[in-house]
């Protein structure tokens, strides 16, 4: 590999087309504000690297960025590329990471609205994030041990897994499907709608009205905290460890085990599931 170190790069598309290179504690910054840095590479590790311009990694093949830092001027930091790994590293410019495939993130720190859209293959670990619209219409997503705050996350997402995760974010899994969250926390409002063979094992759960128009929806001894309209519309079959506010028109099929809950409302037809609380079946 070619090693290029202690250097600063201002022009637009200052290392284009490069192939077998280390680019080691080098800052890509400066009054010309060029674009692109890395366009059209393969091969590359960029390691200690400052990064505070736009589009630097696009089309690139075979990347590694490690304990690198990407500031919020640095937009729109990886698209179009394919054999990422990722380590150490703070990404905080919008739309970090889009459209790319075979995706590797540990210990990273993640500040960027609409981050994550349309990846297919991201294992991810050990990682924060805070971001509007995380990971929308991505696909084979494996997260561990990942803590992520913001609104609107993981719609449209599938074949899907989750552990040990804690996610502080509303409107999540909207469309998800065949997906699995298990030994996990998730606090919003709104959780999971229209979501079709997804499957919650061992979670705590918490916020209002969660699981709504859901198909295949599974929980397996999940808390359920603060949940009320619960189940609207939805086809399940859950086992809650938790007392629920509410249970609103389960569909015929379902059937809900938990302790108690203070209300079910049966309004339209084909409510028929079945609420089995501690005591008796509730028709």
Request: hydrophobic share 35%; glycine share 6%.
């Amino acid at each position: 590999m070619k090693i290029i170190q202690n250097q600063t790069f201002d022009e637009k598309r200052a290392l284009y087309g490069s192939n077998d290179i280390l680019v080691k504690d080098c800052s890509f910054d400066g009054p010309a504000d060029g674009e692109s840095a890395f366009k059209e590479c393969k091969n590359v590790k960029a390691e200690g690297c400052f990064l505070n311009l736009r589009y630097p990694f696009w089309h690139d093949d075979n990347l590694k960025i490690c304990g690198c830092e990407m500031t919020e001027l640095c937009r729109a930091a990886l698209w179009y590329s394919h054999d990422i790994e990722i380590t150490d590293t703070k990404l905080h410019g919008i739309k970090a990471l889009r459209e790319c495939g075979n995706v590797r993130m540990k210990s990273c720190d993640i500040v960027s609205p609409e981050f994550g859209w349309s990846v297919d293959g991201i294992d991810m670990e050990d990682c924060d994030a805070d971001s509007e619209y995380f990971m929308m219409r991505s696909t084979n997503l494996h997260f561990k041990n990942v803590r992520m705050k913001g609104k609107y996350s993981f719609q449209y997402i599938e074949n899907s897994v989750f552990e040990n995760c804690e996610f502080d974010t509303k409107d999540a899994f909207w469309h998800a499907k065949n997906v699995v969250i298990r030994n996990s926390v998730v606090k919003g409002e709104y959780l999971a709608w229209y979501c079709e063979n997804v499957t919650f094992e061992n979670c705590k759960i918490i916020g209002t009205q969660p699981l709504c128009y859901c198909k295949g929806l599974k929980l397996v001894n999940c808390e359920m905290i603060d949940a009320d309209l619960a189940f609207e519309r939805s086809e399940v079959e859950a086992t809650v460890t938790t007392p629920m506010i509410s249970i609103k028109n389960p569909l015929a099929g379902s059937c809900i085990t938990v302790p108690a809950v203070g209300e079910i409302i049966r309004d339209i037809p084909g409510a028929d599931g079945k609420v089995i609380t501690k005591c008796c079946a509730c028709a």
